[in-house]
């Protein structure tokens, strides 16, 4: 079993940034990888960016140039720091978690950037 919980997401004008946080429910080394997505009202659930148990990382275009992730392991938390957030950044964003052929999700924390 693995139980991820998100926070840092709220209001924020166009040009902000927030940085997200997923903790885990146990050391994040166990984790084959974890990961944010995000949905938006209308829209599919959509990749943002990964990190592997090794701190490989990974972006998907939606990711590419304005977010980073990172992790502290020592917290068993996963970051996702967002960047020059635009309206169309709008969404639900979830923490993901992969291990042993399982997918664990997070109840999701929103972000609404105003323009």
């Known amino acids: 079993q693995l139980q991820l919980v998100e926070s840092g997401g709220g209001l924020v004008q166009a040009g902000g940034s927030l940085r997200l946080s997923c903790v885990a429910s146990?050391?994040?080394?166990?984790?084959?990888?974890m990961g944010w997505y995000r949905q938006a009202p209308g829209k599919q659930r959509e990749l943002i960016a990964s990190?592997?148990?090794?701190?490989?990382?990974n972006y998907a275009d939606s990711g590419k140039g304005r977010f980073t992730i990172s992790r502290d392991i020592a917290k068993n938390t996963v970051y996702l720091q967002m960047r020059s957030l635009k309206p169309e950044d709008t969404a639900v964003y979830y923490c993901?978690?992969?291990?042993?052929?399982?997918?664990?999700w997070g109840q999701g924390t929103q972000v609404t950037v105003s323009s």
């Open positions: 990190i592997t148990d090794g701190g490989g990382t």
């Open positions: 146990r050391n994040i080394f166990t984790i084959n990888a």
């Open positions: 993901n978690g992969k291990s042993r052929g399982y997918d664990y």
